[in-house]
C-alpha cells in the first residue's frame, strides 16, 4: 500500500492568510484527493486531483479558495485560501489504488484559524 | 453530498463485548469500505465488501452487506482498549473519477 507523507500535520493560522499543504506519495499514482473533515464530522470530498489536468471540484468549493497543484504522479499541494474560522478543520489527502480498491490516506493537516 | 448513514453516533462498551456498527445509504454502490480513524488521525482502511457479497471477515471485524436494505453492518468482537476510534463507512459508486462518499460515523468507546 502507499505511503503518504502529509505536511505540516498542523498549523495555527491567522484569519486572511493562506495556507499551502503538501501530499507526498512513495509511488507514482494517477488519482489524488483532497478531503475536508470540519470538526466532530464526517470527510467531506474538496477536489480530484489528476496529474495534468485541472483539478475537479465538489459543490460547494470553488478553485479560487482551494487551489491546487499536482505536478507530478506522486506529489500535490492543496491551498486554502484567505482563510477564516470557518475553514478550521482536518484536511486529509488520499490516494487510489486500482479501481475498485480502498484509499490510502495521509495523517492530515489540522488547520486552526483564529 | 453524504450518502452513508452510521448509528449509532457514538457507542461505549466494556473491553470483550462485541460492538455492531450499522451504515445506510442511498444510491447504488460498486463496493461499501469501512475505515477507522484515531483521535483526529489520518483513516485506515479495515475491510471492502463489494456489491455480490454478503458477508466478509477479517481477524475480529465482520461485515454484513444487504444491497435490497442499502445497508451494511461492522462487527467487532472481543473488542479491546485499542479498538476506541471512529469508525466509518463509504460507499464507491463505482465512477471511477470520483472519491469515495463517506458516513458521518460511529465513535466507539471501549471501557477496561
Redesign the interface.
Known sequence: SAV?S?KPSRDICQRGTSLTIQCQVDSQVT?M?W?RQQPG?????IA?ANQGSEA?YE?GFVIDKFPISRPNLTFSTLTVSNMSPEDSS?Y?C?V?GP??????????T?LTVT | SQQGEEDPQALSIQEGENATMNCSYKTSINNLQWYRQNSGRGLVHLILIRSNEREKHSGRLRVTLDTSKKSSSLLITASRAADTASYFCATDAGGGADGLTFGKGTHLIIQP
Open positions: 503518504i502529509q488519482m484527493f478531503y464530522q464526517s470527510l467531506t470530498l480530484t475537479t459543490s482536518i486529509l488520499s487510489a479501481r475498485g480498491s480502498p484509499l490510502h490516506f495521509g495523517n492530515g489540522r
